[in-house]
């Protein structure tokens, strides 16, 4: 399926489901990324909701189950705008697959990240009208997409812990930068959990079921963990996955790219940096000669704790080959490993080893 709504740059990694992204260097040039340039990651088809049929059904242990439609939400709690990045656990998977290949995974460059003004209402708001029973540990959620996997049909789900779900800067958005969500981001409602990777903010939401424990969907019992370096599809242990929610510390040097011809020595670097959970960039390190020396990029000052933050540099590039380098720190100083291999995992999430682009000057 084709989404008319995106620009001509995008890039798709597949059509059904519908994935695809906006190169890193056209991303770069707006804190803001227009949404015909935002990522679209999708496990199933896209459904069309009629918004007649739309509910979002909130049950499990909270004293008043709610069933409200689009505008029995938008009128009873406030609404809130809030700037945050989303970003896929799968960002930056091509790297990992030159390793190893990963089968049936999408090959996700570094484009599978945007951040947008989402407008909705807040989550907690809406949990503290249910109310919470003290025993609600987790917050578990569905879409309305069909998803089919051996031979089973279900819908695409997850969970984020209670705590995380009664913050402040986490919505129920029916906007994107001040626009309807398009059909393929969610339309008409979804979650947007800033700072946790972008699986958490599910689209097309249905229904929000408060429980003792996380989801059992597969997209948060299997998938979208974090598995040990000797497992594979074969030899998986499910449990022994590390679920993952906050997403880590990350950068990438958008220009110049892989493989790019420069004519001076001074090449200005460009890139964006992430840091998760609600930590800050705090500081971008660049290197030209592989990462033997180092010199502190610029930081924007736009971006907070929700959303990424743009870096520049100048660097002296040497006549020939070059191996220029980026990694960040996080206001914890959590930062970057340095090899992708020692972070390698079967299905190929949360690469962040140090982002490394090869260019040649003339
Ligand atoms: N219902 C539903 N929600 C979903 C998904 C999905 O396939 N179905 N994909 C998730 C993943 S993996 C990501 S990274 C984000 C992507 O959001 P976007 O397509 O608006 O960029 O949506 C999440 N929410
Ligand atoms: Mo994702």
Redesign the pocket.
């Known amino acids: 399926m084709q989404d008319k709504q995106k620009n001509p740059q995008f890039v798709y990694h597949s059509r059904s ?1 519908l994935n695809g992204g906006t190169p890193p260097e056209i991303i770069r040039r707006q804190f803001t990324t227009p949404v015909d340039q ?7 088809n896209i459904p069309q909701v009629n918004l007649n049929d739309f509910r979002l059904i909130v049950d499990g242990l909270v004293r008043q189950p709610l069933t409200l439609t689009l505008f029995g939400l938008q009128s009873a709690f406030s609404q809130r705008r809030v700037v945050a990045t ?5 960002n930056r998977r091509d790297e990992l697959m030159k390793l190893e290949a990963i089968p049936g995974e999408t090959p996700w460059g570094p484009e ?1 990240v ?1 951040t947008a003004e989402w407008t909705g209402v807040c989550l907690a708001d809406v949990l503290r009208t249910a109310g919470l029973k003290p025993e609600a540990k987790h917050l578990a959620f ?4 069909e ?1 089919e996997k051996q031979g089973e049909r279900f ?4 969970s984020i812990p209670i705590d995380k779900a009664l913050g402040p800067e986490v919505l129920l958005a029916f906007e ?1 930068n001040g626009k309807q969500l398009p059909p ?3 339309y008409p409602l ?2 947007v959990v800033p700072g946790y ?9 249905s229904r929000l079921t408060l429980q003792t424990e996380p989801s059992r969907n597969y ?1 948060q019992a299997k998938a ?1 963990r974090l598995y040990p370096p000797n497992m594979r599809q074969e030899n998986v242990v499910w449990e022994a996955g590390i679920e993952l929610g906050e997403f880590a510390v990350n950068t990438v040097i958008c220009s110049p790219k892989e493989g790019d011809q420069v004519e001076k020595g001074r090449e200005l670097l460009q890139g964006y940096a992430l840091a998760g959970g609600g930590r800050r960039v705090e500081r971008v390190d660049v290197s030209a000669d592989g990462g033997k020396n180092w010199q502190l990029a610029r930081l924007g000052n736009e971006g907070d704790r929700w959303t990424w933050r743009f870096w520049e540099a100048e660097v002296e590039l040497k006549p020939g080959a070059n191996e220029i380098v980026a990694r960040a720190w996080d206001s914890a100083t959590n930062t970057q490993p340095e090899d992708p291999a020692a972070i390698w995992n079967f299905k190929g999430y949360m690469n962040n080893a140090w982002h490394r682009v090869r260019v040649t000057r003339k």
């Open positions: 489901p935002f990522y679209i990651r999708s496990h199933g989303l970003q896929c656990a799968g599978a945007g569905s879409g309305l997409d998803i819908l695409y789900g997850g994107i393929a981001h969610g979804r979650m990777i972008g699986a958490r903010s599910g689209k097309w939401l997209y979208y």
